[in-house]
């Protein structure tokens, strides 16, 4: 399901419970979805790992729950603001390594040894934050 299908089902979900004009928001369109929540910024590709990591947890704790009631659908709603933060983080530092391995690749087809020497390393250093195993 969408984030904004699950949006809309809260917003359904605490109209019949909870009262009010949440109906409304289920009709918003997806550009007017509920933001009023900023989440925890992911400012470098380490701290979205953090991030990551550490909420992901906490969804993962949510959800095997055997009573996912309203209050904890909004605790979910809350914690994925942070986790789009963090994904969206992740994948701006994927597009940088692809650009990395790229220039790799083609230093490597036309023997540019020192282009490839220097991609190649600003690629290992990017990718290792996200797979700290691979570290020397």
Do not use: C, W
């Amino acid at each position: 399901m969408k984030l904004a299908s699950a949006v809309a089902m809260v917003a359904l979900v605490s109209s019949l419970f909870l009262g009010g004009g949440a109906l409304q928001e289920v009709q918003a369109s997806d550009d007017d979805r509920m933001s009023h929540y900023k989440g925890e910024p992911s400012p470098s590709l380490e701290v979205a790992v953090k991030n990551l990591t550490e909420f992901n947890q906490q969804l993962e704790a949510i959800l095997a729950s055997d009573d996912l009631d309203i209050h904890k659908l909004s605790e979910i709603h809350q914690l994925t603001y942070t986790l789009e933060n963090a994904l969206e983080r992740i994948e701006d530092e994927l597009d940088r390594a692809e650009d990395l391995l790229e220039e790799v690749h083609v230093g490597s087809e036309r023997a540019q040894y020192e282009q490839v020497r220097e991609a190649g390393k600003a690629y290992l250093e990017q990718i290792r934050k996200l797979l700290p195993q691979t570290q020397q």
